[in-house]
């Protein structure tokens, strides 16, 4: 695969309302995107860590200098053949998987544009579309909250995630349950709760969700096996579903029922795609998370949920939902709460180049 060069664009895009989880809080996205060109091509990848290290220790500052001083220069002197060879270069890094999937996801679409398919295509998916769920964040109050989703949900969504916390759990479920009914719906804690609070935990049952999303520290898969245990509530390891092996021990602990794959925490599609047929040998659902992305890693995710064993299968939502602007071209849209990829090649999104050059932060190329 001869490399032309490869163009790096940081942007940071106001949020249309804060993004607030049980540990932080951000008003604007910050993403690196990836740009491999190859004989005419152009394939992209978006890195995309979160400001603040809050949801993880990689930053967009770390994320960038791992990105010019090591993977880049790897890359370029090493001259991969496909996707394969990529990886294995970047396993000779250790950590940095926001900046890994970055670049590999380009890779990705690359391969897929030069073998003239859809990227979900060239991963092994048969659809084109997927089911999208809402995601509310922390907010200010339950009424504010039972506005907001009612608001978004007359774009169609027909499944719903809340946002918990201690203090922040039992009565705004009870309020969503008395307003919206039987709604589909799940909660997810971004490990806020510890093992003294599996009673509490369990008291979810009540509520008849479709899953509780990592409610403990992501290194605690033996309190996640407790809690499942004792739980009707199918667990779900976000966080902790961190690569193949450890998603190999949550399994042989019985410490979920379901794994929230996100391409980002795993350093790209190939790692998601081995934890998809890991689970789906062990009869595990997944489905595909973001935190989210712009509209080049929220279209991968899209993708990649595609895939046989994505049931749920994502809550990629709409561009306009959490962007001020998006940098894609077409926008991603929700209609009777389904995404329809578009007709294309690769990832089937262009970069706008505009709202780039309005929200770029910083541009370096290597050739």
């Known amino acids: 695969m001869k490399i032309d060069q490869i163009i790096l664009t940081h942007v940071r895009v106001p949020l249309t309302e804060p993004f607030k989880i049980s540990n932080g809080e951000i008003t604007e996205k910050d993403a690196i995107l990836v740009g491999v060109h190859s004989e005419g091509l152009v394939g992209y990848g ?7 290290a809050f949801y993880s220790e990689e930053t967009p500052e770390s994320t960038w200098d791992c990105l010019v001083g090591e993977l ?15 990886n294995r270069l970047l396993d000779s890094v250790a950590g940095n998987a926001f900046a890994k999937a970055g670049i590999e996801t ?12 859809p990227l979900y295509r060239h991963l092994g998916g048969k659809r084109n579309s997927v089911e999208s769920g809402l995601a509310m964040g922390i907010v200010p109050s339950i009424k504010y909250l039972l506005q907001s989703i009612e608001q978004h949900l007359d774009e169609g969504y027909k499944r719903l995630k809340i946002k ?9 479920l009870a309020e969503i349950r008395n307003k919206f009914g039987s709604i589909q719906l799940m909660v997810d804690a971004n490990c806020a709760y510890t093992q003294a609070d599996l009673p509490h935990l369990k008291a979810l049952d009540d509520f008849d969700l479709m899953m509780i999303e990592q409610p403990l520290p992501k290194d ?19 966080e902790s579903a961190k690569d193949v092996p450890t998603v190999q021990k949550a399994i042989a602990l019985k410490s979920c029922k379901i794994v929230n794959i996100k391409i980002q925490r795993v350093g790209g599609l ?44 994502t809550d990629v939502e709409s561009s306009k939902r959490w962007f001020v602007e998006d940098i894609i071209d077409p926008l991603i849209e ?17 970069l ?3 709202v780039i050059a309005r929200y770029k932060v910083r541009e370096q190329h290597f050739r």
């Not at 380009?106 to 398919?117: C, H, S, T, Y």
């Not at 689970?279 to 595609?306: D, F, K, N, R, S």
């Open 46 to 52: 978006e890195s995309s860590p979160m400001s603040g």
């Open 72 to 86: 880049i220069p790897r890359i370029l002197r090493s001259h991969p053949a496909n996707v394969e060879e990529v």
């Open 106 to 117: 380009a890779f990705w679409d690359l391969a897929a544009q030069k073998e003239g398919v």
């Open 164 to 172: 918990i916390q201690p203090g922040w759990d039992i009565k705004p």
């Open 220 to 238: 605690d898969l033996e309190g996640h096996a407790k809690l499942q245990a004792i739980s009707r509530t199918p667990v779900c390891l976000d």
């Open 270 to 313: 190939l790692n998601a795609k081995r934890i998809h047929d890991l689970c789906a040998e062990a009869g595990i659902p997944v489905w595909g998370g973001t935190m989210p992305e712009l509209g080049i890693g929220g279209a991968q995710t899209v993708h990649m949920a595609t895939l046989d064993n994505f049931t749920y299968p």
């Open 334 to 350: 929700v209609h009777d709460g389904m995404i329809t990829l578009p007709a294309g090649n690769g990832n089937g999104y262009s």
């Open 352 to 354: 706008n180049t505009r």
